[in-house]
């Protein structure tokens, strides 16, 4: 079974700081990575990708890392400011005959001014 | 706003009754996705369609079903609810989302919150 996994239901961080998102996944059938925003009564909206040919990819203040080998990515976002409050899910595509996008259960991130 | 629009934001309904959910995707978009997001759960990929076809199937119920339009808006049908089909779900939609684009990014719409009682 292809899952991806955020084992952090929630992170407080102080505004400024850095805030590290975790996410893990089962197997090396997924080949793409996404992360995605939501706040509360809205749909997610996409945030950054990887590729599973790169290691690392940035955008502003968000970079995602990717470690193949340990099958594990992160998401940093420095410096980190009260608006990035939300729910972060990772998400992974896998690809073959069926491919579909497969979703983390979010963490809740808490930005403190 | 995304651009993908979701239709009636609210719905309560009794166990045994049929729903239609309505999507209409961003202008240009090609693919619409179904997904379900249960208390605690993640999202839950249901359905895909490109362009009026049914093009990947994920974890989708019998008694649910859906369809694309000619118009490319879509619908879900839900059937014979159950109090465990209460969630929230999600459309979203993408410009092709399929051959070798499948790896494109989705845009959401802000769901439509079913409750089953």
Redesign the interface.
């Known amino acids: 079974d292809q899952q991806?996994k955020?084992n952090s239901p929630s992170l407080s961080v102080q505004e400024g700081r850095i805030s590290i998102l975790n996410c893990d996944y089962t197997n090396s059938m997924f080949?793409?990575f996404?992360w995605?925003k939501k706040y509360p009564?809205?749909?997610?909206?996409?945030l950054i990708?990887i590729?599973s040919i790169k290691d690392k990819n940035e955008d502003g203040r968000f970079t995602v890392f990717l470690n193949k080998s340990a099958k594990h990515l992160s998401l940093h976002i420095v410096p980190s400011q009260p608006g990035d409050s939300a729910v972060y899910?990772c998400?992974g595509?896998s690809?073959g005959s069926?491919?579909?996008?497969?979703?983390?259960?979010?963490t809740l991130l808490t930005v403190n001014p | 706003d995304s651009g993908v629009t979701q239709t009636p934001k609210h719905l309560i309904t009794a166990t045994g009754q049929r729903v239609t959910l309505r999507c209409s995707p961003r202008s240009g978009d090609l693919s619409v996705y179904w997904y379900q997001q249960s208390l605690d759960q993640g999202l839950q990929f249901l359905i895909q369609y490109y362009n009026g076809e049914e093009r990947a199937k994920g974890n989708i119920l019998e008694r649910f079903s859906a369809q694309q339009f000619p118009d490319l808006h879509s619908e879900l049908n839900l059937s014979s609810l159950e109090l465990g089909d209460s969630a929230l779900y999600f459309c979203a939609s993408s410009v092709l989302g399929a051959g070798g684009a499948y790896q494109e990014t989705q845009y959401f719409g802000p769901g439509t919150r079913l409750l089953v009682l």
């Not at chain 1, 009564?41 to 996409?46: H, L, S």
């Not at chain 1, 069926?98 to 979010?106: A, D, M, P, S, V």
């Open positions: 991806v955020q080949d793409y996404l995605y009564a809205e749909g997610p909206t996409f990708s590729s899910f998400a595509w690809g069926n491919y579909k996008l497969t979703f983390g259960k979010g």
